[in-house]
């Protein structure tokens, strides 16, 4: 047992430096693989003995279960936000502004730590002892709400800083954000799923930390950068801003390489200015350069506004706009039926790439912004990566801009659209556009998996009118394939035989490759797991589907009306005519799910609250009182009161070998 303990530890403390090796430093020693293992040995090391699986272990990442809602938090300092400066001259401004409040002369440098400024979420993290306790977001700068749950999924966030001495407590700034790379995937992603794409790496990252479920957002690639020690207990001492980087960094929290300590403003303004063409090549977006009065006893005496800290600036790169004029507006059919109006612009380079498109979003944010057919307009790239139409240039105008109407009609199969919020929708399922769609997506990679079935090949299928639904797949021979423009014999036996590797396939791959509007790859895993067969889905009532967590009134509603559609019946009745058999999953769910504790007594082997975070980790609850509904009521020793009122009652009364055992039960 006591070396378990030990290798539970020694596990924990080896997979903490790899994580620091691979997420921090950029710079792993062992292979994907050997950390796969190492992992697996502490997952099953504290499945067999969860007295010893701790909140901090890096198993327990995504541990909670989805929130209702997320509490808000007062921050017991506030969080500022930091003056902008567009030009060198407001920057010397702001140099001379220290000067003057500190009195020195105008003639004394003064040193700055200058900082990428990133464009992300800005997060407060606090460490007791060098556990991760809680973590918030900067809300109005005095309420945020509680995202410890969605943080802890960070990987690049140690869950427990590995130093010897950890300081008592600490409260560390940092600004979660996105990569440019993993904003690219998951925009692809929600594009195969029918969800509207993000804009930027900046909305990506806080639709992400305002995820309910820590299971959504550990799958969003969150990254952090700390920049600041805002409190610390009197064991941490720093002078500088400087040193309290080093201190970060040694604590093994991710801090940023390009940070540097500039001697005078001079110096920092030419450091941020090496960044205008550099900010390009970066793998995550910066918006500017913070320059910060190095000194901490200067940064006491300057003080802050009501809005802002007067030691601190960010001097804003200008934004790339480009001017250019809107061709036409066209329609855009997505795979759910969602009509997008699309600009067609004269072809235009921005920040090294030519744009010639650009999505408008919505009727109502063309009426708002006013876009017109013809109209010259400003063309931001906004965050790099999403062109995106700021305003229309309406001095330029001729009188000759067209508005672009509301869609009567679907653009391709011209059934009536109908209006769905903020969106116009073509209501008919057997619109060709939304055929096609429907199809890449049925054998995208996440779904069916059906390798060469791609955009080229779903838009011959469907406009031949091969294919009328994703069903007519399995008709397909290896002669009207290859009769196919750019397929050969050789394709389309590749394609034959990549379409009959799909006959086995789990129930959760299957439900998500059907398109079910709102059911993404982790409703679908929620809902095999709860039916375990397809047959218990098709009957399933509204009111069980809403009894899921995570589950909600519009998920429930668009899966229920998916089931009770005819055609939709009928296809999956054809897809399992032809072969596709369904691999029920095996369903894991903890004996703890969904039961009552109440624990009196000292226990011997974990703590109150150890006990009370393994109970919630596998869906239990824990109450504070006795009372009749209690499934569990765990006696450790020296028992309080309500150990006699729990036997009064006739409640199920435990010691603390049973209660452990029950921990790893199935
Ligand atoms: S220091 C007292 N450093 O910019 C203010 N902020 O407009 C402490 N930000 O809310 C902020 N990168 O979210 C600081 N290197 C950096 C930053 C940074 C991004 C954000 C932060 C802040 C906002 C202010």
Known sequence: MEDAKKDIEELKQKIRYHDYRYYVLNAPVISDYEYDQMMRKLKSLEERYPQFKMPDSPTQRIGGKPL???????????????????????????????????????????????????????????????????????????????????????????????????????????????????????????????????????????????????????????????????????????????????????????????????????????????????????????????????????????????????????????????????????????????????????????????????????????????????????????????????????????????IKPEPKECPVCHAHAIRDGAYFRCPNISCPAQIKESIKHFASKRAMNIDGLGDKLAEQLVGKNIIKNVADIYDLDNKIIADLERMGEKSAQNLIDAIKNTKNITLAKFLFALGIRHAGEHMAQLLAKHFGSLKNIEKAEKKELLSIKGIGEEVAQSIYDFFREQKNIQTIKKLLKAGVKLSEEKIVISFIFGKSFLFTGTLRTVTRNEAKDRVEALGGMVKNSVSKDLDYVVIGENPGSKKDKAKQWGLNCIDEETFIKLLSKK
């Open 68 to 402: 209702e809602k997320f509490e808000k938090i007062k921050h017991k300092i506030p969080m500022f936000s930091l003056e902008d400066a567009f030009s060198p001259d407001e920057a010397r401004e702001f140099d001379k502004k220290v000067k003057r409040f500190l009195k020195f002369p105008s003639e004394k440098d003064i040193s700055y730590s200058v900082e990428p400024k990133f464009d992300g979420l800005s997060i407060s993290l606090i460490y007791e002892n060098g556990i991760l306790k809680q973590a918030s977001t900067r809300g109005d700068g005095v309420t945020g709400e509680d995202v410890t749950q969605n943080v802890r999924t960070i990987k690049n966030i140690p869950l427990k800083l590995i130093v010897k001495n950890s300081p008592v407590y600490l409260d560390i700034q940092g600004e979660a954000i996105m990569f440019k790379q993993d904003f690219a995937n998951i925009n692809k992603e929600r594009e195969e799923t029918g969800l509207p794409l993000f804009a930027n790496p900046r909305n990506a990252a806080a639709g992400s930390i305002r995820q309910l479920d820590p299971k959504e957002a550990a799958k969003r690639s969150l990254r952090m950068f700390t920049y600041s020690i805002r409190e610390t207990s009197s064991d941490i001492q720093f002078k500088k801003q400087s040193e309290a980087l080093e201190l970060l960094k040694e604590w093994e929290l991710p801090v940023n390489e390009l940070n540097k300590l500039c001697l005078s403003v001079e110096e920092a303004i030419k450091y941020k200015e090496t960044f205008t063409q550099k900010k390009h090549e970066l793998p995550y977006e910066i918006d500017g350069m913070v320059f910060k009065v190095n000194e901490i006893d200067y940064q006491n005496r300057l003080g802050h506004t009501t809005k802002s800290p007067r030691w601190a600036i960010a001097y804003k790169f200008p934004p790339e706009q480009v001017t250019t004029t809107i061709k036409d507006i066209k329609v855009n059919v997505g795979r759910t039926g969602i009509l997008t109006p699309v600009a067609i612009l004269e072809p235009v380079n921005i920040s090294g790439v030519v744009v010639s498109k650009a999505t408008l979003h919505t009727w109502d944010e063309i009426r708002k912004k006013d876009i017109r057919i013809g109209d010259k307009v400003f063309l931001e790239r906004a965050g790099d990566v999403i062109p995106e139409i700021i305003k229309p240039i309406t001095e330029k105008r001729t009188g000759k801009e067209k």
